[in-house]
């Protein structure tokens, strides 16, 4: 898993030591990258590709900045994570929104509308179940937390920034990893149903 992952922490322990300074709330950066998701997707009709290509990698740079600032200046809190799950998701709605108009040459069904209305299905559902694991006692906030999975969310925005950049270049592997992503996104949700029902919490 990225988020906890030496790595992962590594990563976020920098991010927080160089932008701790930074004049506002954690909860304001949270909120900044749903702004420029927004901007992303309007970006993408009026400005072209590359210029929404550039507010999505500042999007997902502020959901990355967010938390480690918060840890870093001892900001961490319960409401903090709430805000920065839900925004997380209009981040991604608004990338999966932009893809539905761009030129994916998808063989299947010749739209890739169905790819992305199964990758979102796969994401929302994945952490939902997290979230309704926990809420319903069938596993403790610790674990639950650390609940593992195939697809976690930081690799599966940036296989979409992927293939956001292969569609911009032309590439037409742009519909292979869409379709891998996907995939993984739908067997991640049905792995953490099987986990959490196999909780002996």
């Known amino acids: 898993m990225l988020k906890n992952s030496e790595l992962g922490q590594a990563f976020s322990k920098a991010l927080g030591r160089v ?86 040459p998808v063989l299947i069904l010749q739209k890739q509308v169905w790819l992305l209305l199964v990758l979102f299905f796969g994401a929302g559902l994945t952490g939902y179940i997290k979230a309704y694991a926990e809420h319903t006692g069938v596993m403790h906030h610790a674990r639950a937390v650390k609940m593992p999975g195939m697809l976690e969310r930081a690799a599966r925005v940036l296989l979409l920034m992927l293939v956001f950049f292969l569609v911009l270049t032309q590439s037409p592997y742009s519909a292979v990893v869409l379709m891998f992503t996907a995939v993984l996104a739908l067997l991640t949700s049905v792995e953490r149903f099987s986990i959490a029902l196999g909780s002996k919490d």
């Open 19 to 104: 932008f701790r300074n930074v004049p506002v709330h954690p909860n304001a950066i949270t909120a900044s990258s749903a702004v420029f998701a927004l901007a992303g997707y309007l970006a993408y009709d009026y400005y072209g590709g590359w210029v929404s290509f550039a507010l999505f990698a500042l999007a997902l740079l502020a959901d990355a900045v967010d938390g480690a600032v918060a840890r870093e200046r001892g900001l961490e809190s319960r409401k903090g994570a709430f805000i920065d799950g839900v925004f997380d998701r209009v981040v991604e709605f608004f990338m999966i929104l932009t893809l539905l108009g761009a030129p994916i």
